[in-house]
């Protein structure tokens, strides 16, 4: 058989983390067993579905890598299919109109809650005769459902779940002005692009008993399912804003790698024996449902810290820089061009092992970008002062004079040049620093002089020189 996924976010709002788990695991399954992973946009709800939600999606999964196969399917225009198949349903007897007016709705469950009752649909119409039919009314389409015997859900992670049948009242297929209800544009749309596995979050598990009484009035095979139990926040309970709750693309703009996003994802409810770090291709070649956890799992921002780290110190310098850069146009206002970014890539080396995100990262490097001359900060004008700046005077000739301008060939002059004066390293390398940065923090002063190059750096011995003495 082959494998058809489908990630079927309702785009009401931001695509949560959970979402977004949800999206990896029905991509990695599809991409693992050589299958199709479909997206679909339910966007039946048409007072809270948003166009910028969609944008959202899409944005979203396209920053997680998570390519979907073929277009986009959007339920809402497909409402006239759903609504054939509720007539479909009717004509083979296992559907019916349903005449209830709100007020006998409400009286009916009014009248259950009294007499301690599940609130159910009581069959008023089941077996009615539609003559009976109040003039001019329109009516719900209802699911003529089993009654006796029990439905099984044979779920893949939750294991064989049984509800009765008796349990479950006749769902409205149309709701009364027509428009198709969700279970069945859910399953009318599962079958008709072809689904073969149903994985998705576990609060949709009694959903899949609906859907699968569906399936089987339909005579349609119904899919296999997985229900994937739900992320919590760290203490356990259900997940706040401040602990995570934040759409995906959240992450992106908090600085986060997206293999890091990724990594963390698959674990969060995955797991491979001991295995932490999982780059993508590793998982497309793991990936299994069996290996999915039963109980619900807990959101933990070091954990994606820690993994974001290691992403980050293996990132290709290159592209570090550019999504630095994203960043750090942010801090400093401007955007930047070619050379700038070439200038942070050579800086990448000593800055990535440095920070644990990218805004960190962009933070860190604004010293490489502030124009000369140089603002120097309350610490750095502290340290720069005549006699500092008589000692830079007299170390400028010596690097001017170098063969090579690498950080190694700078330690060595600058050790050198602190030993005749007999100086501690920090007593050359404090003034150096606040000459160069305009403040007292950096990746090793050796590693800025390298990336500054000879003549910026020299010329910036020259300013603090001519400001301070
Ligand atoms: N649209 C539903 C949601 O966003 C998902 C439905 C499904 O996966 O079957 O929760």
């Not at 356990?236 to 995570?244: E, I, L, P, T, V």
């Not at 990594?263 to 793991?286: F, S, T």
């Amino acid at each position: 058989m082959t494998v058809v996924t489908r990630f079927a976010p309702s785009p009401t709002g931001f695509l949560h983390i959970g979402g977004a788990r949800t999206a990896l695991y029905n991509w990695l399954y599809a991409r693992h067993t050589g299958g199709t992973f479909l997206l679909r946009i339910e966007d039946t709800d048409r007072k809270r579905s948003t166009d910028a939600a969609i944008e959202a999606i899409f944005d979203s999964l396209r920053w997680l890598g998570l390519d979907w196969d073929g277009e986009p399917l959007f339920q809402f225009a497909r409402a006239e299919r759903h609504a054939e198949v509720a007539q479909a349903l009717i004509a083979a007897g296992k559907a019916y109109p349903c005449y209830c007016t709100p007020d006998e709705l409400t009286a009916m469950r009014e009248k259950a809650r009294a007499e301690g009752r599940p609130v159910r649909y009581d069959g008023t119409w089941r077996d009615r005769d539609p003559a009976d039919a109040p003039a001019g009314a329109s009516p719900a389409i209802r699911l003529k459902s089993p009654q006796e015997g029990e439905t099984v859900i044979r779920d893949l992670v939750q294991g064989d779940v049984t509800i009765a049948n008796a349990q479950l009242d006749d769902m409205i297929l149309l709701r009364s002005d027509g428009t198709p209800t969700y279970m069945l544009a859910v399953v009318v749309d599962d079958h008709d692009m072809g689904v073969s596995h149903v994985i998705r979050g576990d609060d949709h598990l009694t959903n899949a008993a609906r859907q699968i009484q569906l399936f089987e009035a339909m005579d349609w095979p119904s899919p296999t399912f997985a229900h994937i139990p739900l992320i919590h926040g760290p203490d356990g309970a259900k997940m706040s804003k401040r602990q995570g709750a934040v759409g995906a693309e959240a992450y992106r703009d908090m600085g986060f790698l997206p293999e890091a996003m990724q990594n963390y994802l698959l674990r969060l409810g995955w797991g491979h024996g001991d295995d932490e770090i999982i780059p993508l291709e590793q998982a497309v070649a793991w990936f299994d449902l069996s290996g999915v956890g039963k109980s619900p799992a807990r959101f933990d921002m070091d954990k994606l810290t820690a993994l974001n780290l290691h992403y980050m110190k293996q990132a290709d310098d290159q592209r570090l820089a550019r999504l630095t850069a994203v960043h750090l146009e942010e801090v400093i206002g401007r955007p930047l061009g070619d050379d700038d970014i070439a200038v942070l890539a050579r800086a990448m080396p000593s800055m990535k092992e440095r920070a644990k995100t990218l805004v960190e990262l962009a933070q860190n490097a604004t010293f490489l970008f502030r124009p000369r001359p140089l603002e120097f900060d309350a610490k750095a004008s502290k340290i720069l002062n005549p006699d500092t700046s008589a000692l830079l005077l007299d170390l400028q000739p010596h690097l001017a004079a170098l063969d090579g301008w690498s950080a190694d060939v700078l330690e060595a002059a600058v050790r050198a040049f602190a030993e005749e004066r007999e100086l501690g390293l920090g007593k050359v390398a404090q003034p150096l620093r606040a000459a160069l940065t305009g403040g007292t923090v950096s990746p090793p002063i050796f590693d800025v002089l390298d990336v500054f190059g000879r003549d910026e750096s020299l010329a910036r011995l020259d300013d603090a020189v001519a400001r301070f003495s």
